[in-house]
């Protein structure tokens, strides 16, 4: 199974893929050998949405501050 770089990915891809995951380990056909690959990738892709979301609420912190 070949994955992007989640650093490679946009923020609505990530999230896209991370919900795609999520439906297919939810599935009742979900492949049990693929179980722990696709919980690594999810668990990279929240990883990488944290991430993202910090630092764009740090900087929209900052800009805010610049208006007071």
Same mark, same amino acid.
């Given at each position: 199974m070949e994955?992007?770089?989640v650093n490679e990915l946009t923020y609505?891809? @990530?999230?896209a893929e991370l919900d795609a995951i999520?439906?297919?380990m939810q599935a009742d056909e979900c492949d049990i050998?693929?179980? @722990?690959a696709l919980t690594r990738r @999810?668990?990279?892709l929240i990883?990488?949405?944290?991430?993202r979301l910090t630092a764009t609420d740090q900087e929209l912190q900052s800009i805010l501050s610049q208006l007071n």
């Open positions: 994955f992007v770089p609505n891809q @990530a999230t999520m439906r297919t050998d693929r179980l @722990a @999810a668990t990279e990883t990488e949405c944290r991430k």
